[in-house]
């Protein structure tokens, strides 16, 4: 009796088993949809680097939209202008145009020119130092320099200084936007390469006072707004760059007296103006004498 029903169990089993494969061969063959060869074809001639300074999560997604003609290949900043030809030329579409986006810091304060009043000891983070008191430095908007942002860059486009201050390749710089998440100072933001005029400072402090702790910071003096005030505005103590309503130029940065608005040249880096206060020291700026 018990060997009969444990066949009639097998049996059935078998042949639900059979019922359901071929119904999972017949789904496959009414609802498979095919996908476009020339997408494994585009995404072998882009870069492969899956940044996500396109707005898509990967090259295949990207890739995706471009054989569907919702993007066009130089969507893709990180392709040279002949390798978005070659996309371009391929899926019989235009180029198109798109500036490329590139990490800036809005900050200056390295250990030469920015106090710290407290040293923090703990897990090598500026997310974990920044729980702790706000990281120690005497500017609390100012870069704490462990370099969680070099750390989050896959593409070795973000170096550390010898002032324990973020340097941006832009040559290397995806504008994949790793390192504006990983910053807990929110002093990174992804601007047009083209964008040269910069504020280096996040401080909303307004006075000479912000200097007993970091000699670069902005002190809301207002005069770059003064000279530009087409282009610039003060807002929360700080110079805001609106580069839609101007041509943007080095003039806003002649006037500033600590360097806090720069020109960042393609080859000679951040340019200040005139006035600016010149920085010679190289060690660490201590804290002053109590």
């Known amino acids: 009796m018990n060997l009969i ?50 707005g898509f999560p990967g090259c295949q997604p990207f890739a995706e939209a471009l054989v569907a003609g919702d993007e066009l290949p130089a969507k893709c900043t990180v392709s040279t202008p002949e390798e978005q030809t070659r996309i371009a030329a391929y899926l019989g579409v235009e ?30 983070s500026c997310a974990a130092a920044t729980i702790v008191a706000g990281g120690g430095k005497g500017c609390l908007w100012g870069c704490i320099g462990l370099g969680d942002c070099h750390v989050a860059c896959t593409f070795d486009a973000i170096e550390m200084n010898e002032h324990q201050l973020p340097v941006v390749n832009e040559t290397r710089c995806t504008g994949c936007g790793d390192c504006v998440t990983a910053c807990p100072k929110d002093l990174f933001s992804l601007e047009p390469i083209s964008q040269r005029l910069w ?13 007993d702790d970091c000699q670069v910071a902005c002190t809301a003096c207002g005069r770059c707004a003064m000279d530009a005030p087409k282009v610039i505005s003060m807002q929360n103590n700080l110079p805001v760059i609106d ?4 041509t943007l130029t080095p003039e806003p940065t002649e006037r500033c007296p600590t360097g806090a608005i720069v020109w960042l040249d393609p080859d000679r880096g951040p340019l200040k103006g005139h006035a600016a206060t010149r920085v010679f020291r190289q060690g660490e700026m201590r804290d002053a004498p109590t």
């Open 95 to 124: 180029v198109g145009h798109q500036e490329k986006l590139i990490a800036r810091l809005a900050c200056a304060g390295g250990s030469n020119v920015s106090r710290t009043h407290a040293h923090y000891q703990g897990l090598d």
């Open 199 to 211: 504020v280096a400072c996040r401080s909303q402090e307004a006075g000479d006072e912000i200097l």
């Open 243 to 246: 580069r839609g309503r101007g």
């Open 5 to 54: 029903l444990v066949l009639t169990a097998v049996a059935a089993i078998g042949s639900l088993s059979i019922i359901l494969t071929t119904l999972l061969v017949v789904a496959n063959r009414w609802l498979y949809v095919r996908e476009d060869p020339r997408i494994e074809n585009v995404v072998a001639l882009l870069p492969g680097t899956n940044c996500g300074g396109c």
